[in-house]
């Protein structure tokens, strides 16, 4: 049942209340001025608050107005009871609270009102868990639960603001998985996407809080880095190959059979390629896939052998929503780790 606190200075008034409300199986907490309640907000979280107006030390329009400055409880409806009944009154009253009861009250009407502010709320409560839900969806991967492409390129653009602003450094790591097409191929779909959540869970054991990993489509991984410099960007994307490099994906049959793990960079199968970005003035971001992307360092890993670690860093863009500044051919990335020397396959 409905948790109600009822605020009201007068004693008499504040017990006729509490039973009317418990008669009808609420629960029912109580406060004698705006500080008490106020802690008790803080403590309990009640589903409705009946506020009465004319109280000493805080008026109940200052309770409202201190309640709707918090986000925690901006939310929790309030209907205030009291004595002023002036239509400046109700006015000021309805620009804080869902409704207004004017003392003397019938119960059966502050009853209903209860009933129709419990009913808002509740309504208000499932369309924010509807819009959280949506706003989830629209940035989620929903096969291995990191943010998507969509977010990834907000979320980079934010960060490229920040490091302009703050002159903070910035890394972006991008990976591919090598030789994924076989697993596939080989194991079905469903054993692909399993690597593909393996691999997701490789990245979220590896990142930070303030990191953003996303799977940014097929078997191509992103990972934006706020604060770090080259050799860190090298160190993460290093413990993320060694560490699936290592890896190994269960593998059942159709009769739910266990069968030797799938090891995606064993036979000569590397487990993924790292392009890794550096820039400290950027304020237009570089997304992967375009000219200053990840194809250069990406390609140039794959042709080296796969299953390595090779950096490029980005030369200075200018302003956001500009073309970016001029600039020489890309250098030959410098590959920071080659452990293999395979022959070039498919990616």
């Not at 009946?50 to 209907?79: C, N």
């Not at 009913?119 to 629209?138: F, G, I, P, T």
């Not at 960079?265 to 375009?290: E, K, Y």
Request: glycine share 6%; proline share 5%; charged share 25%.
């Amino acid at each position: 049942m409905a948790l109600l606190l009822v605020v009201e200075d007068d004693p008499e008034i504040n017990s006729l209340m509490a039973l009317t409300l418990r008669v009808e199986d609420y629960d029912v907490i109580q406060a004698r001025d705006g500080e008490q309640a106020l802690q008790m907000v803080q403590d309990r979280a009640p589903d409705l608050i009946l506020l009465d107006v004319m109280m000493p030390r805080m008026s109940g329009y200052d309770v409202a107005r201190t309640l709707q400055d918090k986000p925690s409880t901006a939310h929790i409806p309030i209907i205030f009871v009291t004595a002023k009944s002036e239509m400046e009154d109700r006015v000021l009253g309805l620009e804080m609270a869902v409704d207004y009861v004017c003392k003397p009250f019938a119960a059966p009407e502050l009853l209903a009102r209860v009933r129709a502010a419990l009913r808002m709320r509740k309504l208000q409560d499932e369309l924010r868990v509807s819009n959280e839900q949506l706003s989830h969806l629209a940035t989620t991967d929903a096969l291995t639960g990191l943010y998507n492409r969509r977010h990834f390129d907000a979320q980079l653009e934010n960060e490229m603001r920040r490091a302009q602003r703050f002159g903070n450094s910035l890394a972006v790591v991008v990976f591919d998985l090598d030789r994924f097409k076989t697993v596939n191929d080989t194991w079905g779909h469903a054993q692909g996407d399993a690597v593909l959540q393996a691999f997701a869970d490789v990245l979220r054991g590896q990142s930070r809080r303030i990191d953003t990993v996303a799977r940014l489509g097929g078997e191509e991984f992103g990972a934006i880095l706020p604060a770090t410099e080259e050799s860190g960007a090298c160190a993460f994307a290093e413990k993320v190959r060694v560490t699936t490099e290592e890896m190994a994906v269960p593998r059942r049959t159709r009769e739910g059979a266990s069968e030797s793990p799938i090891r995606i960079t064993t036979s000569g199968r590397r487990c993924c390629d790292c392009g890794a970005f550096r820039c400290r003035t950027h304020a237009r971001a570089v997304r992967p896939g375009r000219r200053a992307g990840r194809r250069s360092p990406v390609i140039q890993a794959k042709t080296s052998g796969r299953n390595r670690v090779v950096a490029q860093t980005l030369l200075e863009t200018q302003v956001a929503g500009q073309t970016p500044a001029p600039h020489p051919q890309h250098p030959t990335p410098k590959v920071k780790d080659a452990r293999f020397d395979g022959s070039q396959h498919d990616s």
